[in-house]
């Protein structure tokens, strides 16, 4: 069974970054669109980003749009989210998670669409 471990959360302040990474233990993540949500406290889980298998296709919520960048390097075995001029909107705990591979290059950034998940990573966002 596919097994994901999210890194690089952390406390940061308003106007910071932060680079968060999610890779997988045992199975390659090449064949798998990945995609990265986040559940803040008394909060529904939403989609921020996804990628497709490729890279060729990524989608990302209206509200992290033109902040934060979504990227693959699958030699490493390994899926980026590049958060820029985060806010305090933006904390809460960021999962990665795959959803089984297609015939089309695509992803999909909805929750039940997602057959596997990590454990999370927690980002803060406060002064």
């Known amino acids: 069974q596919l097994q994901l471990v999210e890194s690089g959360g952390g406390f940061v302040q308003p106007g910071g970054s932060l680079r968060l990474s999610c890779t997988a233990s045992?199975?390659?993540?090449?064949?798998?669109?990945i995609g990265w949500f986040r559940q803040a406290p008394g909060k529904e889980r939403e989609g921020v980003s996804c990628?497709?298998?490729?890279?060729?296709?990524?989608n990302y919520a209206h509200s992290v749009k033109g902040r934060f960048t979504i990227s693959r390097d699958n030699a490493k075995n390994t899926v980026y989210l590049q958060m820029n001029s985060l806010k305090p909107e933006d904390t809460a705990v960021y999962y990665c998670?795959?959803?089984?591979?297609?015939?089309?290059?695509?992803?999909?950034?909805?929750?039940?669409?997602?057959?596997?998940w990590g454990k999370g990573t927690l980002v803060s966002v406060s002064s």
């Open positions: 998670a795959a959803a089984m591979p297609t015939v089309q290059d695509m992803c999909v950034l909805v929750v039940d669409g997602m057959d596997y």
């Open positions: 045992v199975f390659t993540l090449e064949y798998y669109p």
């Open positions: 990628i497709s298998s490729s890279g060729g296709s990524t």
